[in-house]
């Protein structure tokens, strides 16, 4: 008889799995996005980098969210990191044998592309499968969120630290543990629900005179903040390397900092989601990201020092609390779908930007590189929130039509 083991327990082990996952993608990604700053020199080069690890996530991630609904998710997500684990070592191998590094590295970081696009629909499917619901899954989301946001941001100073003092094999090579890590910690969860959990019960309450916020919206909300810290993780390297001329620790530096921030803003969401409501944290908090991001390229490595951080601080409690919207409003059967239309819209979206911003920096600056992303952000909020008000508005007046597309989620 298979042995069931407390939710706390299984809380713990998700978290480090997605902790060690998030360091193991990214560290792939940052050490890649350093050896092509230095050798191309421009912002194109390294997007490309990015758009190839994004294209594969877009295309897909609608498709087999659907399937991580049908499917074992546990087994899921223990496969992925398998696959990981083999793809990562691949390349320091690759590497170490005289081969390209481009091509080395734009291949390595495509083929884990297609390993996330059925990752994160699995993963986040599983949560909503093993973790109890109400208060306990908001907490959950906020302690996932960073630690996810933090392996990623962690991933970034190891990588600019260590790529400079023993270079990209050996960090590449620790980088396939990772996922080893995570399997590992995925497997120790047991095939079985958790117990003593309370009943699942919505995060954000619907009633007579409150709606469930439209599917659409939240999806927005949720997904601009995956576009942000994309192409803010390929436009910080080119801003530090190339045109302030400083190393890779430097770089790693500034994303220590910013991991700091991110650490702050998990007891801050603490704090602030007593007195606010998840929606309003999120909305404050992207807004105050846009324009943070627009600063950040003015003030060099001493405005970097002071914004990013502070950036971190309040986009990490946006994210927390869209992450909780959109998990709240995704059915136990359909999370995976709903979170694979989140992540394959927002890396489409992601590729359309890292374009426009990676051209914009190269004929200009980096500075005009960050206002550009800044504006995306502040855009994209706006959006969200208008597409929520006009179907509050529509269900205050008492439309038929309006009130099935919010039951059914689908105002899009």
Not at 127 to 138: D, M, S, W
Not at 268 to 294: E, N, T
Not at 388 to 397: K, L, P
Request: proline share 4%; charged share 10%; net charge positive.
């Amino acid at each position: 008889m298979p042995v069931q083991i407390p939710h706390r327990t299984t809380m713990r082990l998700l978290i480090a799995a997605a902790f060690t996952t998030a360091l193991g993608n990214n560290v792939q990604l940052i050490t890649g996005a350093l050896l092509l700053a230095r050798e191309q020199q421009t912002m194109m080069a390294v997007g490309w980098l990015f758009i190839a690890v994004a294209l594969p996530q877009a295309v897909l991630s609608p498709y087999l969210g659907r399937l991580a609904d049908r499917l074992d998710r546990r087994l899921l997500w223990i496969a992925c990191d398998t696959v990981s684990a083999i793809v990562a070592l691949g390349l320091p191998l690759w590497l170490a044998a005289g081969g390209a590094a481009e091509a080395g590295i734009y291949a390595a970081n495509f083929a884990l592309a297609l390993v996330s696009a059925i990752f994160v629909p699995a993963s986040a499917a599983l949560i909503k499968e093993r973790v109890p619901g109400g208060t306990v899954l908001r907490r959950f989301n906020g302690r996932y969120e960073m630690a996810t946001q933090a392996g990623m941001l962690l991933s970034a100073t190891v990588g600019g630290l260590a790529v400079q003092i023993f270079g990209a094999v050996p960090l590449l090579v620790f980088n396939a543990a990772t996922f080893a890590v995570s399997a590992l910690c995925v497997t120790a969860i047991g095939r079985t629900r958790v117990v003593g959990g309370p009943a699942d019960e919505p995060v954000e309450a619907a009633g007579p005179d409150r709606p469930p916020l439209p599917m659409g919206s939240l999806i927005l909300l949720y997904a601009q903040g995956s576009v942000v810290v994309t192409v803010f993780n390929a436009l910080l390297p080119m801003y530090v390397l190339v045109e302030l001329n400083r190393g890779a620790g430097t770089f790693g530096a500034i994303d220590a900092l910013g991991s700091l921030g991110f650490l702050a803003a998990a007891a801050g969401y603490r704090l602030f989601a007593q007195r606010y409501s998840d929606l309003r944290i999120a909305v404050a908090g992207f807004f105050a990201c846009s324009l943070l991001i627009v600063t950040q390229g003015q003030l060099g490595v001493a405005g970097l020092a002071v914004l990013v951080p502070m950036g971190a601080f309040v986009f990490g409690q946006a994210r927390i609390s869209s992450r909780n919207l959109l998990m709240a409003r995704a059915g136990r059967t359909d999370t995976g779908r709903v979170f694979g239309l989140a992540n394959g819209g927002g890396l489409a979206a992601t590729i359309v930007v890292m374009l426009l911003v990676a051209t914009v920096t190269d004929h200009t600056s980096a500075g005009a590189g960050f206002a550009t992303l800044g504006a995306f952000a502040l855009l994209s909020t706006i959006w969200a929130l208008v597409l929520q008000r006009r179907a509050a508005r529509g269900t205050r007046s008492g439309l038929p039509s309006a009130r099935k597309s919010l039951r059914n989620g689908a105002v899009l």
